[in-house]
């Protein structure tokens, strides 16, 4: 079983910063990517950004020159550092992390509980 949790959400004024950070734990026995998605109300969920095991990142368009992110893979961390927010970020961000619980698991997506980011004047 893999856990995966979240914190660092809240509420910020536009233009403000927050930093998300997510902790993997439990049977893991590989990490191929680690990342973050996003789904704000009435709206699909959609990549944020994500960091593989080789260190390439990926990020929605959205978000490019804003948000960064970062994984520690020997503690199996991921966090995003989000600057500049905009009221348009608004939305429950879910940490993930695609990988193999055991070595006869297939690769599958794991997910945390999701954190809420809010911004807002």
């Known amino acids: 079983q893999v856990h995966l949790v979240e914190s660092g959400g809240g509420l910020v004024q536009p233009g403000g910063s927050l930093r998300l950070s997510c902790a993997a734990s439990g049977s893991i026995f590989s990490t191929n990517a680690m990342g973050w998605y996003r789904q704000a109300p009435g709206k699909q969920r959609e990549l944020v950004a994500d960091?593989?095991?080789?260190?390439?990142?990926k990020y929605v368009d959205s978000v490019k020159g804003r948000f960064t992110i970062s994984r520690d893979s020997a503690k199996n961390t991921v966090s995003l550092q989000m600057d500049n927010l905009k009221p348009e970020d608004t939305a429950v961000y879910y940490c993930?992390?695609?990988?193999?619980?055991?070595?006869?698991?297939?690769?599958?997506?794991?997910w945390g509980q999701g954190t809420q980011v809010t911004v807002s004047s």
């Open positions: 993930t992390l695609r990988g193999r619980a055991t070595i006869t698991y297939p690769i599958q997506n794991y």
């Open positions: 960091i593989t095991s080789g260190g390439s990142t």
